[in-house]
């Protein structure tokens, strides 16, 4: 009898185990396809339920920055991407729009840290960061004139 109860026993773990990583991972995947429907707050519930069983999840936060952006609250969004980057320093894409807020804030010396950091690690996104570099020339003579 002991060894029928340890057996069952064993089974209900490993389905409750199952059945909690798998809704971990459809409240991501959940939240992704509401914010590709660009139903930003259903995704955004979503995407904060995800964190609370997986608070290390950096797409969730990065996600939740692009939500931020759109709706156009730059202290969560940058809230969350300062998030992301502490998760994943090398994200590519959380530098990036780190260093857009940093441009529209005139934190030049945040673009061109963030931007060091960026030329370091980026695979992908090369290009842009080319770009804010181009812009940040023609800006910064006339900041420092001042």
Do not use: G, H
């Not at 809230?79 to 807020?101: F, R």
């Amino acid at each position: 009898m002991n060894i029928i109860f340890k057996i069952i026993f064993i089974v209900f773990i490993a389905v409750l185990f199952q059945t909690s990583t798998f809704s971990k991972e459809s409240f991501f995947n959940e939240a992704l396809k509401l914010y590709e429907n660009k139903k930003y707050e259903d995704a955004r519930f979503l995407f904060e339920r995800n964190i609370v069983f997986n608070p290390k999840d950096a797409n969730s936060y990065l996600y939740l920055a692009k939500i931020y952006n759109f709706e156009e609250d730059q202290r969560k969004e940058e809230y969350n991407l300062e998030t992301v980057l502490l998760i994943e320093p090398n994200n590519e894409e959380a530098l990036l729009m780190l260093m857009k807020i940093a441009l529209k804030k005139s934190n030049y010396k945040k673009v061109n840290d963030l931007s060091e950091t960026f030329a370091k690690v980026c695979s992908n996104l090369c290009d842009e960061n080319k770009k804010i570099q181009e812009s940040l020339k023609n800006i910064e003579p006339e900041n420092n004139e001042s």
